[in-house]
């Protein structure tokens, strides 16, 4: 289990370059596997596991996946430096990387660095994190915020109009509160930044809002109070959701841990019929810009570097 794993995390960093003026355009990347291979890089850049772009029309991003060791390094500078504004990133390590990825790299580091948008403050639009998996509440996925008004106003409304329920306008057993707050996608757990979790969760567990609602509603009509309603959708949806998110989780601590922790490369199948099967593991072949897949999880052991001792 990747929760076994003191302190999982993935250093990474996201850089913001600038576009032409007049075109919007991007810097261009290698039309070979060096440009467009995201693990190339780490062939030839110690430290690198991957690099990805996101250059669209406008917007030019490059984020870059550390190993353990680099990016323990890198968090100790970004420490000691913290006051420096951009001068902890590694800026050697980004300029060799431009030169493998890029058709016409940056000279030197005042170019590289001359060459990222600003910030309105100065700053340089580029930044370096360590990556962890969390979980927004162990217990619940249902925010409530304390306020003189119910949140049945409406629904107890209608199911009392239909015979149910109706709003009694504060009696003893009538919960009050401003809202309830569903928490769906990002804001459940950590979301990769690479991964596209965020917005796939959302829409997992967006299904079961109107699920949520339904529930509630035929609690009201049944006639229960607002507190025994509200807390039967909270615990329907709370099981929903639970399973939901230890996939994803389960999807992206291992995903970190093995390209962080064993140096290998996750593919994903996107024909696979759940996330944790979807994952396709890759070892670096001697030879530049090759791989080949692991076959099973002995192959894995004996391949991984990491040693949880």
Not at 78 to 90: A, D, F, K, S, V
Not at 293 to 298: A, D, L, N, T, Y
Request: charged share 25%.
């Amino acid at each position: 289990s990747m929760h076994h794993v003191k302190g999982l995390k993935q250093v990474s960093m996201i850089i913001t370059f600038e576009t032409e003026e007049i075109s919007g355009k991007c810097p261009e990347t290698r039309d070979d596997a060096q440009g467009q291979d995201p693990y190339y890089v780490g062939f030839l850049v110690e430290g690198v596991s991957a690099v990805f772009k996101r250059f669209y029309y406008g917007h030019c991003q490059m984020q870059f996946l550390f190993t353990r060791e680099r990016g323990d390094k890198i968090m100790e500078a970004r420490t000691r430096n913290i006051e420096e504004g951009n001068g902890h990133l590694p800026w050697q390590t980004i300029l060799e990387v431009c030169r493998v990825v890029l058709k016409t790299p940056f000279k030197t580091v005042q170019d590289l660095r001359a060459g990222i948008v600003k910030k309105a403050n100065g700053k340089l639009e580029a930044g370096i994190f360590p990556v962890t998996v969390n979980v927004a509440s162990e217990t619940s996925k249902v925010l409530i915020t304390q306020q003189q008004q119910s949140i049945f106003k409406n629904i107890a409304g209608a199911a009392g109009a239909a015979g149910g329920h109706g709003d009694e306008g504060g009696t003893k057993d009538t919960i009050f509160v401003a809202g309830a707050i569903l928490l769906v996608g990002d804001a459940l757990s950590t979301a990769h930044y690479r991964l596209g979790v965020g917005i796939n969760t959302g829409f997992r567990v967006t299904r079961n809002i109107g699920l949520f609602l339904r529930h509630l509603e035929r609690e009201l009509v049944r006639n229960r109070s607002e507190i025994a309603s509200f807390s039967s959708a909270v615990e329907l949806y709370n099981e929903r959701i639970r399973s939901i998110l230890a996939s994803v989780l389960q999807l992206q601590g291992s995903t970190m841990f093995y390209e962080t922790y064993c140096d290998f490369i996750v593919f994903f199948d996107h024909n696979s019929p759940n996330l944790i099967d979807a994952q396709r593991l890759y070892a670096k072949e001697k030879h530049l810009g090759e791989y080949y897949e692991i076959s099973g999880p002995e192959e894995v052991r004996y391949l991984c570097k990491y040693h949880n001792g």
